[in-house]
Nanobody
Framework: QVQLVESGGGLVQAGGSLRLSCAASENILSINTMGWYRQAPGNEREFVAM???????NYADSVKGRFALSRDNAKNTVYLQMSSLKPEDTAVYYC?????????WGRGTQVTVSS
């Protein structure tokens, strides 16, 4: 069982930046993938970004060039740096981890971008 704690959401104006954190209860180097999904009201949950234990990253087209993943292995934490935020980025952001044969989700953190 992997426990995930997200933080860093909030309210920001369009064009601003936020950094989300996802702290895992397991050594992230033993985790297959860590990533972020988001869900806006009335929408399906959608993929945002992912990093593998080998350090490979993948981003949704809608956030490429604006969002960046990084990790601190010593803290078992992955960060999502979000820049040039747009109102359409408003959503609840969920950390997602795949570990061995299971998938784990965090509780989510709200990001609101005002125009």
């Amino acid at each position: 069982q992997v426990q995930l704690v997200e933080s860093g959401g909030g309210l920001v104006q369009a064009g601003g930046s936020l950094r989300l954190s996802c702290a895992a209860s397991e050594n992230i180097l033993s985790i297959n993938t860590m990533g972020w999904y988001r869900q806006a009201p009335g929408n399906e949950r959608e993929f945002v970004a992912m990093i593998t234990n080998g350090g490979d990253t993948n981003y949704a087209d809608s956030v490429k060039g604006r969002f960046a993943l990084s990790r601190d292995n010593a803290k078992n934490t992955v960060y999502l740096q979000m820049s040039s935020l747009k109102p359409e980025d408003t959503a609840v952001y969920y950390c997602r981890v795949t570990y061995i044969l299971s998938t784990y989700w965090g509780r989510g953190t709200q990001v609101t971008v005002s125009s």
